[in-house]
């Protein structure tokens, strides 16, 4: 079963939460509104992913998100918020957030994006992946593969790196590749080890951070 956490300050819309995640199946180890507490909490209940409002009354979703990682670095965390404001997206993504979903999503989307986070993958609402990929390309110092001294990667897995930055499950890689499942998870975890990373978080933003897409 899921561990999920739940850190939003309106009451009202936390319990609602809470209540859509466990009728759906998944196990609400915590709540709370705070995000220090949510920092201190998440270090007992260690959930497998934590879905966090990025408005909170005592400190900002980001510092949040370095306390969260800090404590449980193999945490997923789902950003739910009201604001679909650049610099907000992209504040997150920076700081470690595997997604990040706008509070105007349907309950089905809602709890798809949970499930795919907590499965490895990085879930945006529609616009959003391309507003960050955009916004990471544009910033980045050094076109990927100037690097004499970088990796070097094969045509296969770099086009299945830029499918990961744009959010793609393993299942809809394969599909548009005409790939087999398990060929996709191999190209990943060699992309994985020759990057020297650890999981598909990490490499979604080794892949935004380079400009692919």
């Known amino acids: 079963m899921i561990r ?29 509104g705070e995000g220090r507490q949510a920092v201190r909490i998440a270090a ?10 990025l408005q909170l009354p005592d400190v900002s979703g980001v510092e949040v998100i370095n306390g969260l ?16 404001e650049q610099q907000d997206v992209l504040d997150a993504v920076k700081a470690g957030a595997a997604g990040y979903l706008l ?7 809602f ?9 490895g993958d990085t879930v945006f609402t529609p616009g959003l992946a ?18 004499p001294g970088a990796p070097r990667l094969t045509e296969r897995e770099t086009e299945v790196l830029r499918l990961v930055a744009k959010g793609l499950s393993y299942r809809q890689i394969a599909e548009r590749l ?16 020759k990057l020297q990373l650890h999981n598909r978080v990490e490499l979604t933003r080794y ?7």
Not at 5 to 28: F, K, Q, S
Request: glycine letters at 8%.
């Open 130 to 147: 391309g507003l960050v990929l955009g916004e990471f390309r544009r910033l980045a110092v050094e076109p990927a593969g100037s690097d």
């Open 178 to 193: 005409v790939l087999s499942h398990r060929t996709v998870q191999n190209h990943v975890q060699n992309t994985l080890g």
């Open 111 to 119: 709890l798809d994006a949970v499930s795919r986070t907590a499965a």
């Open 44 to 53: 007992a209940a260690r959930p497998d992913v934590v879905v966090l409002d």
């Open 4 to 32: 999920v956490m739940v850190v939003d300050d309106h009451p009202m819309w936390r319990e609602a939460v809470g209540r859509d995640l466990a009728a759906a199946g998944y196990e609400v180890v915590a709540t709370t």
């Open 207 to 213: 892949a935004i951070e380079q400009g692919l897409d």
């Open 69 to 84: 990682r800090a404590a449980l670095p193999e945490v997923r965390i789902l950003m739910l918020s009201a604001s679909g």
């Open 103 to 109: 509070k105007s999503a349907g309950p089905a989307e």
